[in-house]
């Protein structure tokens, strides 16, 4: 449910990001009849009983895939351990390059493939881990088998990895409302515009998803205290040069949110705490 509303806090799609996701959908034959552009971000949903051609694309006349049929919107993989491995393999391309090249003997094609994952699972097997109110009956192997099935490449490329404990009944039944989407759609908006202020004219640059590592070095400042945290962190949880970057374009984004100049200690610590599966697990 709450990756559903992820669409609906998005910024507004620009003219060339509709006209790219309305081609894509024209070739798939997935536009809907008597519509002449697709202005609404696309959400995609498949089953992980889905197939790795399925979800990038193929065939013998080659097929947009669900990856970019997702492309400017969000691709939702839910149970993300019961996906086949070869299948999650496929992902690591379009979301490091945002596009996914598909060749035949006779042909090569390649699609666009810039959209959001977001994906879900539970702990374990049982679904207990860490819970307070129920225990876990998983041993320690079982468990790592379990987390095993998500490959450290494709998890290296996940920007933010959160644990969400259950509801408790109190919180589900009270009669009250949270933010509306529009509310938070809203400094989505005032972010991205920051970003696309500050990339100015830089070719196939509007959003801090889209920053290379030279990129990083001109747009991301850092005060010296985050720089500090930023390099402790680093350290102690022995991340990669891609999770580095990853952090720093989360810290900037998250500063971008806060209407921050500057990439400040509070912005990398927040960072750094989105990335809890980097940290090692008992």
Do not use: W
């Not at 006209?19 to 971000?41: C, F, M, W, Y």
Request: charged share 20%.
């Amino acid at each position: 449910m709450l990756a559903r509303r992820l669409p609906t806090i998005l910024p507004a799609m620009t003219l060339d990001e509709a006209l790219e996701t309305t081609k894509i959908h024209s070739v798939a034959g997935l536009l809907p009849p008597g519509s002449a552009l697709v202005r609404t971000r696309p959400f995609r949903a498949p089953h992980h009983t889905i197939s790795d051609a399925g979800l990038v694309g193929g065939g013998s006349y080659p097929r947009p895939g669900e990856v970019s049929l997702a492309n400017g919107g969000v691709l939702f993989l839910d149970e993300l351990s019961e996906f086949r491995r070869n299948v999650l393999e496929v992902l690591r391309q379009p979301l490091e390059d945002g596009f996914v090249t598909i060749s035949r003997a006779s042909t090569s094609l390649c699609y666009p493939a810039r959209f959001m994952l977001a994906t879900a699972m539970n702990p374990c097997p049982c679904g207990y881990l860490g819970s307070t109110a129920h225990q876990c009956t998983c041993a320690p192997v079982v468990v790592e088998r379990y987390l095993s099935k998500v490959s450290g490449p494709l998890l290296d490329r996940i920007d933010i990895h959160l644990h969400v404990p259950a509801v408790p009944y109190a919180d589900l039944s009270v009669d009250r409302s949270g933010e509306p989407s529009e509310a938070i759609r809203a400094r989505v908006d005032r972010a991205r515009n920051r970003q696309v202020e500050r990339f100015g004219r830089t070719a196939g640059l509007y959003a801090n998803a889209h920053m290379g590592p030279r990129d990083l070095e001109k747009f991301c400042a850092v005060t010296n205290e985050a720089d500090t945290l930023l390099k402790t962190a680093i350290g102690r949880l022995r991340l990669s040069a891609r999770a580095y970057h990853r952090i720093l374009k989360i810290a900037r984004t998250i500063a971008d949110l806060a209407g921050a100049e500057t990439v400040q200690a509070p912005h990398v610590s927040e960072a750094v705490q989105y990335r809890g599966l980097d940290r090692p697990r008992m």
